[in-house]
């Protein structure tokens, strides 16, 4: 299997989304590559990148009413459960486990960033979100409410998309 790859086609046009999600991908392809004497603390290594990773778009999405509760934070929440176990099956000498999780998390990576990211990413520029400060600089732009659903059309009311 090749390991995890940067591409243009992951990229979001937000320089601090696309840094943490690059970081993502040479964590991941690291984990892919290793020998397993080294595989489970790469993916210890993985797993603390990607808790960052996600509390930093968690709070993002707080941030700009994209919604607390949403799915796309629950597939956080799964994601780092699941890695979790891998950490766990690393240790017990399973490597195998670790590396078709590894495997299956690069499929899920390349999905998640072009969907539910791609989604994230076009509210913050809607809002004027600086990444960076935290600050909203166009709060009128704020959705009335939390979007529900991970704000893509598929998941949300086209009403809570509208009044983004």
């Known amino acids: 299997m090749q390991a995890m790859q940067w591409s243009a086609a992951l990229a979001l046009d937000l320089p601090e989304m696309d840094h943490t999600h690059q970081e993502f991908a040479e ?4 984990v892919q590559r290793a020998p397993d004497a080294t595989i489970t603390a790469a993916w210890t290594d993985l797993i603390a990148h990607t808790a960052q990773h996600f509390a930093q778009e968690d709070r993002w999405m707080r941030d700009t009413r994209f919604a607390s509760s949403n799915c796309h934070s629950t597939q956080h929440e799964v994601v780092l459960r699941v890695m979790h176990e891998g950490e766990l099956a690393g240790q017990a000498g399973a490597h195998g486990v670790v590396r078709q999780m590894a ?3 690069a499929t899920w990576f390349t999905q998640h960033t072009q969907t539910m990211d791609a989604a994230l990413a ?3 520029r809607r809002v004027g979100y600086d990444l960076s400060t935290g600050e909203v600089m166009m709060p009128s732009a704020l959705p ?3 979007i529900r659903g991970c704000g893509s059309a598929e998941c949300a009311p086209v009403d809570a998309l509208a009044a983004t």
Not at 27 to 30: E, G, N
């Open 144 to 146: 009335r409410s939390e």
């Open 27 to 30: 964590l991941l392809a690291a």
């Open 103 to 105: 495997g299956e998390l």
């Open 122 to 124: 076009l509210h913050l």
